[in-house]
């Protein structure tokens, strides 16, 4: 019913760039937040950055001033611009959308099925 999919992931070298892209699909009534998490091997997915419907963006503190999250698209579409990449910036990023499908009267997380990252030093 509802799809969560993202895009733009590769292999880059450090101080390069790469867009992310996630669109949120389907019989979908309303979209409240969606971000981006991150998740490296042997670590706990973490907030990369979010951006509510109202337009109020989060972002880790390891990411701030390299990377700038958007919405467009009635708030069904995130962009996730990465720059001045680091190889600890590595790892599968998925997007997360807050959706009410519907005939749904709550809100639910969908997830995407990531994009890996991968930064060379």
């Known amino acids: 019913q509802v799809q969560v999919v993202e895009s733009g992931g590769g292999l880059v070298q450090a101080g390069g760039s790469l867009r992310l892209s996630c669109a949120a699909s389907?019989?979908?009534?309303?979209?409240?937040?969606m971000g981006w998490y991150r998740q490296a091997p042997g670590k706990q997915r973490e907030l990369v950055a979010a951006?509510?419907?109202?337009?109020?963006?989060n972002y880790a503190e390891s990411v701030k001033g390299r990377f700038t999250i958007s919405r467009h698209n009635a708030n069904n579409t995130v962009y996730l611009q990465m720059n001045t990449l680091k190889p600890e910036d590595t790892g599968v990023y998925y997007c997360?959308?807050?959706?009410?499908?519907?005939?749904?009267?709550?809100?639910?997380?969908?997830w995407g099925q990531g994009t890996l990252v991968t930064v060379s030093s």
């Open positions: 951006a509510t419907s109202g337009g109020r963006l």
């Open positions: 389907g019989s979908i009534a309303s979209t409240d937040a």
């Open positions: 997360n959308a807050n959706v009410r499908r519907v005939g749904s009267s709550r809100y639910l997380q969908v």
